[in-house]
């Protein structure tokens, strides 16, 4: 596909017993908070799924100017 | 996150040290703040990092513009690096809109100040057809067009700039189009009356909060023929709503455009919640200072990282 960078997907790895480090943004940059904290976390949620659907030892690291616990509402 | 994922999720504090895990676990390592040399970029840090891994996945997009020790250096030293579906999505938006766009291409930058977003501004100008502006960056330009702007936020030491952007879009057969018509309040506040006039006629004492009814139709035009629209920044004084009537204008008339449509920034981000058009946009961005760097030409340094990793 046309305007498509060069780079690798994690999509396309075989992840079967890896160790995967996952750099996740679950900061909240936005002033009004019109991203939420939860919503950071909500969109973090599929590519956890798929590492660990792939077989994957999944690792997480972030960022956060607070320390608060994350905490993630029941869906 | 244990609940949604239906799993337990162990927090480890001391995880640089080695982290115990078995496949279909999840280890939160807590808070990459707090590492010495982070932001800094250590390499140390970032090979301990790489260490711990097989496979590092970036998906943090938001964080792409800074050299940091958990993104950009992590990705240098890591066995494999490759981007996350977060990340992918981002970047595959965003470079449909500017790599490859549909044309005809418009965008919107506002905001309080040209010189904060001057790169933006040049980088773009050069790019689509037409550049909308707005907020404090619009008064910049009437006043550059000779209109009279009264107390308005303006920046007059970058008239001669303001110009010089507008020759170089319309040097590319692009546009940064002047409103005709603004609101104007005596003053910035909630309780201000506001008040139509033509931009010819804004009085000593007018401050401009919005774009006037006439060019908000006149940008919703452009907005809905257009094939590809950028849009950061509102062009009024939103937060209050007898000033929000121009960009909720806008809102609605990228909402409605048959255009690929991306959005991003603080302010934006608010406004396009406060009008109810999120789902009627293509695509979001996550990322702050990140999306204007993407907007302002400039290579993402972990991004760049992932791309030097791409064949091994």
């Not at chain 2, 608010?270 to 999120?278: D, L, N, P």
């Not at chain 2, 702050?288 to 400039?298: H, M, P, Q, R, V």
């Amino acid at each position: 596909m046309q305007g498509q960078k060069k780079f690798k997907r994690m999509q396309d790895l075989d992840l079967q017993g890896k160790r995967v480090l996952i750099r996740q943004d679950l900061n909240v940059p936005m002033a009004d908070g019109a991203i939420s904290n939860d919503a950071r976390i909500q969109a973090s949620l599929p590519t956890i799924r798929l590492a660990l659907e792939k077989g994957a030892a999944v690792m997480l690291m972030n960022f956060r100017y607070n320390r608060s616990p994350i905490i993630c509402p029941m869906r | 996150m244990s609940d949604a994922l239906g799993l337990t999720v162990r927090v480890d504090k001391d995880w640089l040290s080695g982290v115990e895990i078995a496949p279909g676990q999840v280890v939160l390592c807590e808070n990459v703040r707090f590492n010495v040399g982070e932001k800094a970029n250590d390499e140390t840090l970032a090979k301990t990092m790489a260490g711990l891994c097989d496979v590092f996945v970036m998906d943090a997009f938001g964080t792409a513009h800074r050299a940091q020790a958990s993104t950009e250096g992590v990705t240098r030293f890591a066995p494999i690096a490759c981007a996350g579906p977060l990340l992918s999505n981002e970047l595959d938006a965003l470079g449909k809109a500017l790599d490859a766009p549909a044309k005809p291409v418009v965008a919107i930058v506002g905001g309080s100040k040209v010189s904060t977003k001057l790169t933006v501004l040049d980088a773009l100008s050069k790019q689509v057809d037409q550049l909308i502006v707005g907020g404090g960056i619009a008064n910049t330009f009437i006043a550059a067009a000779g209109y009279p702007i009264g107390k308005s936020l303006v920046e007059m030491d970058l008239i001669d700039e303001a110009n010089r952007l507008t020759d170089k879009a319309r040097a590319t057969d692009g546009d940064i189009p002047v409103p005709t018509d603004v609101v104007c309040g005596k003053e910035f506040s909630a309780q201000a009356q506001a008040e139509t006039k033509s931009v010819a006629d804004v009085a000593d004492d007018d401050m401009i909060f919005d774009i006037g009814p006439d060019t908000a139709k006149q940008f919703s035009d452009m907005l809905k023929s257009a094939g590809t629209i950028v849009w950061n920044g509102p062009v009024g004084v939103f937060e209050f709503d007898q000033f929000g009537a121009g960009t909720q204008a806008l809102a609605h008339a990228i909402a409605e455009s048959s255009a690929f449509s991306i959005a991003g920034g603080g302010d934006t981000v608010a406004a396009i919640e406060k009008y109810g058009v999120a789902d009627q946009i293509s695509y979001i961005s996550t990322g702050g200072g990140a999306f204007l760097e993407f907007l302002e030409g400039k290579s993402l340094p972990a991004v760049a990282a992932l791309e030097a990793r791409a064949d091994g």
